[in-house]
């Protein structure tokens, strides 16, 4: 052992996950640090889409009203989504990723900014707990794992200071190049589109007002047949900004008429300025694993994609919601290796599923659409199946990460996926659904950092679980009410993550149950 641990977690990289992570960690009381090479959030609008579930976690980091604050786009505006055939301006149009669908399942609802506002908002709040510290303007040269320790180069961006930290855990959360991954020896592999894709951030009050014809959106898919499934793709930044991603030619510089190019998705000329192009590469990366030891990835890091349907930031998140509570588990004594290696288990399938079952499928199923109907050739035929694709998206329905067959849920069927179908009713493996509780409350408001029993039964059915907790040091809290819920089960084991670790009927198997998904072991050497 190192004579000096300095930290328990260094996080690598600053951004979103990282800090989302540092602030799971801090909550829970970790010391940590954070290294992020820009002192400012760079002013590039991706990430926007946030998800109910993401929403639900930064209620929980304490800055969800922050977030809401945030948003750059009027509530008059609205945040949803519009798919249309040719250019913005098309009669063929129908509603996509109408994430507010399934608002109901979540404690919150979902949410629309651009990331560098979402960046600003977690800053503020890393910057209220004292057990986070963060270096802006270094960045991470390598990092290695000791076997009892590991040892973090970092330099300063300006100045050229250089420094070793040591920590009992170090993650990358530095993008999709990540120094922690390529150092600390993950590979990954990659699934290339062989598409050179151009961003462009630009401002025209004209298209704003042009849009006014399609109230409540904020963004816009454009299906273009000569594109082969790939998308033009719109994006509000605020009144009157924008951000527009497409494929474009190899060798494409900025120096290219863009402005053309933008009139053309519109479907007809308009007065715009760009601000800002850039060029990014089309495909699909993940680690081989998430874990080597002592060093972990997360967000881009340990896998990156397309922004289609922005899942990136929402499973970057979901990440380090996940590795959070694990880390601290394993680090306050009650959490065992393998509820480390769990990290991996759950959250890689999860991506591989997001990448294989939607942005990839979105790619091929717009591709064999286009090449298949033409409004020219057959107008008939084209916009009864433009009726059908309208009548039957399923996107934000079947996106339901869940961990069904985990090593630590207590019911071994299915694999974790993407996939998965929403209910009330607490299946092991998924994410717990609100339920209002017989004083009115919100379930949510009752639920503990740690394990929760929820305990719609006989008082008392929990003592078991609680002798357990008791006895190896789980953080447990026990919540007795007689609501009659639609959970399907008397007795409720909800991880502290929100995820539904057991559910039924019988307390000797909620004894059981929590014995098997805690990952109980001795305390951390």
């Not at 979540?106 to 960046?119: C, D, F, G, H, S």
Request: aromatic fraction near 10%; glycine fraction near 10%; include cysteine.
């Amino acid at each position: 052992m190192a004579d000096r641990i300095e930290y328990d977690v260094i996080i690598a990289g600053g951004g979103p996950v990282g800090m989302g992570l540092a602030i799971e960690l801090g909550q829970r009381g970790i010391p940590v640090l954070v290294i992020e090479r820009y002192p400012e959030p760079q002013p590039i609008p991706k990430g926007q889409n946030l998800t109910q579930r993401t929403t639900e976690t930064l209620h929980f980091w304490g800055c969800e009203r922050e977030l809401r604050a945030a948003r750059s786009i009027p509530d008059s505006v609205g945040i949803g989504g519009l798919t249309l055939y040719g250019h913005l301006m098309s009669d063929y149009h129908y509603d996509w990723l109408n994430r507010a669908s399934v608002n109901e399942y979540y404690y919150t609802t979902n949410e629309r900014l651009p990331q560098y506002e979402t960046e600003r908002v977690l800053r503020d709040r890393a910057a209220q707990i004292d057990c986070i510290d963060i270096r802006y303007g270094w960045s991470v040269e390598a990092v290695s794992d000791t076997g009892d320790h590991v040892e973090v180069v970092a330099t300063q961006r300006e100045g050229g200071a250089r420094r070793t930290f040591t920590a009992h855990y170090v993650v990358g959360c530095d993008g999709s190049r990540s120094t922690v991954r390529e150092t600390g020896g993950i590979p990954q592999i990659q699934s290339d589109h062989d598409k050179l894709m151009v961003l462009l951030v630009f401002r025209s009050m004209e298209l704003h007002e042009l849009l006014k014809r399609y109230p409540g959106k904020a963004f816009y898919n454009v299906l273009h047949p000569d594109l082969k499934g790939y998308w033009q793709f719109f994006g509000r930044v605020d009144i009157g900004s924008f951000f527009f991603h497409a494929p474009v030619p190899d060798g494409s510089t900025d120096a290219d008429d863009f402005k053309a190019l933008l009139q053309q998705v519109v479907g007809q000329p308009v007065d715009l300025e760009i601000d800002y192009v850039g060029f990014w590469d089309l495909r699909v990366s993940i680690a081989t694993r998430y874990r080597a030891g002592r060093v972990f990835v997360a967000g881009d890091a340990a896998h990156s994609h397309p922004p289609y349907g922005g899942y990136g930031i929402n499973t970057g998140f979901e990440d380090a919601r996940n590795l959070g509570w694990k880390l601290a588990a394993r680090l306050q004594g009650w959490g065992s290796e393998a509820l480390l290696d769990s990290y991996d288990a759950e959250r890689r399938p999860v991506f591989a599923s997001t990448a294989r079952d939607f942005i990839e499928y979105f790619i091929e199923e717009d591709r064999a659409f286009l090449e298949t109907h033409d409004p020219s050739q057959d107008r008939a035929a084209f916009e009864n199946a433009w009726a059908k694709r309208a009548a039957t998206g399923a996107a934000v329905t079947n996106f339901e990460p869940n961990y069904e067959g985990s090593p630590i849920v207590a019911d071994p069927a299915g694999s974790p996926s993407a996939r998965g179908t929403h209910s009330f009713t607490a299946r092991a493996g998924h994410h717990l659904a609100p339920q209002t509780l017989s004083d009115g409350a919100n379930v949510f408001e009752r639920l503990g950092d740690g394990y929760t029993l929820l305990n719609f039964g006989a008082p008392g059915a929990g003592a078991g679980c609680a002798d357990l907790a008791k006895q190896a040091g789980i953080p447990f809290d026990i919540v007795e009410d007689s609501a009659d819920t639609a959970y399907g089960a008397s007795l409720i084991l909800v991880r502290p993550d929100h995820y539904v670790a057991w559910a039924g009927d019988d307390p000797a198997d909620c004894v059981a149950a929590l014995a098997t998904v805690s990952g109980l072991e001795q305390a951390v050497d």
